[in-house]
């Protein structure tokens, strides 16, 4: 975690009881300390002085306890009540946060032991956030591509920020919450957080940066150049009509010569569609694709994979040149 809480005392012990986690444990310890630094700095209650001298050992449920009986003491909101984009002001009651923080963001390859590819990464104030949060940013695929997940919106939505090391979100998790509150931008944390604060930047900077790193490509393979095109240009609502979902994009591990088109049919079959390079560029490569993806899934040429065992017959969408996948 990097930087601590800061705002008033009243915010610093309501930021670090909404980071604990009472079913992991995680983020015990800084409750504690919190509840100690609170009374350093001028809050107090009998409740506050038994938290402040509760140990990491400690039942969850006791600590809890201790928890919301001094918040109530202090008066202070219970986590989870205050709206996006607010604080607690001292003394009592709610202030706007105001715009003092900087973003930058930038796509990276991933370290080869993680698995390859590319990650957002997240600068706040000029510290990296995703590797102080769960620890690997995420796949531009899912921030950037085929829509912009941090452009802000006057409606808080949530977004996946970081992955565990190993690759995958879920095994590690870092949320932030992105709200547009006037001439600014609230990022509010959750899950693995990487600062014991939400922040928040001014809206115009935000969205020049946003829109940036959304639209710089220098990155790009040709692999995932065409893979941003397909994801973008492909008729999603003609293959939802066919029950069909994108799943993932790629070349085939075992032929590089093959751009591979992962889709879905609910939770029941995989559908592979191959594409050879040819020499073409991402652009005309990603052209016949959705060229190929815009004509009824009968006439592909295509292969399937039941993801439950009891299935053993093609898809009803299949065609005759559909084939069984190999691994």
């Known amino acids: 975690m990097t930087e601590k809480g800061s705002g008033s005392a009243e915010q610093r012990l309501y930021d670090a009881v909404a980071h604990w986690n009472p079913d992991t444990g995680y983020g015990l310890a800084d409750t504690i300390h919190a509840a100690c630094q609170a009374l350093i700095d001028g809050l107090d209650s009998p409740t506050l002085r038994e938290l402040a001298g509760a140990s ?16 109530e ?28 923080d900087f973003l930058r963001l930038e796509v990276s390859p991933v370290p080869g032991g993680a698995g390859g590819g ?9 510290t990296e956030m995703t590797s102080a949060g769960a620890g690997l940013g995420m796949d531009p695929y899912d921030v950037l591509v ?11 939505c949530t977004v996946a920020i970081a992955r565990c090391d190993c690759g995958v979100y879920g095994c590690g998790s870092t949320d932030v919450t992105i709200a547009r509150d006037g001439d600014l931008v ?5 899950l ?57 994009v790629a070349n085939d591990y075992r032929d590089q ?18 594409t050879p390079w040819r020499g073409r560029s991402p652009d005309e490569l990603a052209g016949e694709v959705c060229a190929t993806l815009a004509l009824p899934p009968s006439a592909w040429h295509a292969t ?19 084939r069984p996948a190999r691994f």
């Open 186 to 190: 609230h990022w509010d944390w959750s």
């Open 118 to 126: 590319f990650q957002v990464q997240v600068w706040v104030n000029g």
């Open 304 to 322: 399937w994979r039941a993801i439950i065992p009891t299935l053993t017959k093609p898809p009803k969408i299949a065609g005759p040149s559909w």
């Open 146 to 156: 085929p829509t912009n997940r941090l452009v802000a919106v006057s409606r808080p």
């Open 192 to 248: 693995e957080v990487p600062m014991m604060r939400g922040v928040s930047f001014v809206a115009a900077e935000y969205d020049v940066e946003v829109a940036r790193v959304a639209a710089d490509h220098s990155w790009e393979t040709f692999e995932r150049a065409a893979g941003r095109r397909v994801l973008t240009d492909v008729d999603r609502d003609w293959l939802l009509t066919y029950g069909l979902r994108p799943s993932w």
């Open 257 to 274: 010569e093959l751009f591979r088109v992962a889709l879905q049919i609910g939770g029941d079959y995989q559908v592979f569609v191959d």
């Open 73 to 100: 003491e202090l008066e202070i909101p219970y986590p989870g009540t205050v709206p996006p984009g607010f604080a607690l002001a001292p003394g009592g009651g709610v202030t706007r946060r105001p715009g003092v």
């Open 56 to 71: 990491v050992h400690d039942s969850s449920w006791d600590v809890g306890e201790l928890v919301t009986k001094s918040l």
